[in-house]
């Protein structure tokens, strides 16, 4: 199920007892606005704390603060819960990459290509665990898979962008 849909199901659930609220939170969200939209989520998962559709996407508000253990307890509950929704091993992912914990978070973005996720989008998240010294040219590797899918991705273009220059490629970063 794409983020999208994950999103529309969700918001229809507490749409009748909270009208615009759910639509107005994920506004806010889109916005940068992530202190509300965690107060928000945090209300309507209250009112259904099984809910993992909930937990994931106040999983993907907290991730966005830095919050990323939170992240992760809500985002494996999810998983548990629907372990073909590929869009949640991908934040699993990236939190453990903000952590430090790269091997891990590699093996999260594989199983979430392995479940049908964006390619374009977790060939980049691979090559971002390369990109600071741990080996450019896998990171350039995996970079152009991404913009092989994606030309205009600019995570994986910097991402490369980087990797050629630790290998002293300036013309080619630029």
């Excluded at 309507?44 to 992760?72: H, S, V, W």
Aim: glycine content about 8%.
């Amino acid at each position: 199920m794409a983020q999208e849909e994950l999103t529309k199901e969700a918001s229809q659930m507490v749409l009748d007892e909270q009208g615009g609220m759910w639509v107005e939170t994920c506004r806010q969200m889109a916005y940068g606005n992530f202190k509300y939209a965690e107060e928000m989520f945090n209300r309507f998962l209250n009112l259904d704390p099984d809910e993992t559709k909930i937990m994931y996407i106040l999983a993907q508000c907290y991730a966005q603060m830095d919050r990323n253990g939170l992240a992760m307890i809500l985002t494996k509950k999810h998983i548990d819960a629907n372990p073909d929704f590929a869009d949640a091993y991908n934040l699993f992912g990236v939190c453990l990459r903000n952590e430090g914990r790269l091997e891990d978070a590699e093996r999260y973005f594989k199983i979430a290509i392995e479940k049908g996720g964006d390619k374009g989008i977790l060939y980049g998240n691979i090559g971002s665990l390369y990109v600071e010294g741990r080996s450019p040219y896998e990171c350039i590797e995996w970079s152009d898979k991404a913009l092989a899918l994606n030309a205009n991705d600019y995570n994986a273009q910097w991402n490369k962008a980087l990797a050629l220059l630790a290998l002293g490629r300036f013309k080619e970063a630029w």
